[in-house]
């Protein structure tokens, strides 16, 4: 089993900055932040995979930036511009590929990610 935990959480202002991290145990095909905000499902923020590819949600392109430090077996999600609609709970996940060789089947649909952190919370204040 892949073991995952948050950190970086926090509160922060409108426009402000958050990296969060994530130590991870075993590498993955595919690593990624999700977040959980009110009234919203759980949705993709940023994925990275082993062969360096990188996507992100549309919400947070330009102001969101996930690398993954395989030395230090730890993932970051560096949160700029922050904007009070990206308050909400941050996870960490980790899965392998599928047979096609993606980490989801759409951006929003289905994904192959089966660890999971326990969550970090971020607040923005406008």
């Excluded at 969060?20 to 923020?45: A, D, P």
């Excluded at 993932?75 to 941050?90: F, V």
Aim: with cysteine; hydrophobic share 30%; net charge negative.
């Amino acid at each position: 089993h892949v073991q995952l935990v948050e950190s970086g959480g926090g509160s922060v202002q409108a426009e402000g900055s958050l990296m969060l991290s994530c130590g991870y145990t075993h590498n993955s095909n595919c690593m990624g932040w999700f977040r959980q905000i009110t009234g919203k499902e759980r949705e993709r923020v940023a994925v990275i995979e082993d062969d360096g590819t990188i996507t992100y949600a549309d919400s947070v392109k330009g102001r969101f930036a996930i690398s993954l430090d395989n030395a230090k077996n730890t993932l970051h999600l560096q949160m700029n511009s922050l904007k009070p609609e990206d308050t909400g709970i941050y996870y960490c996940a980790a899965g392998a590929h599928y047979s096609s060789g993606a980490c989801y089947l759409s951006w929003r649909g289905p994904d192959n990610f089966e660890y999971w952190g326990r969550g970090t919370q971020v607040t923005v204040s406008s």
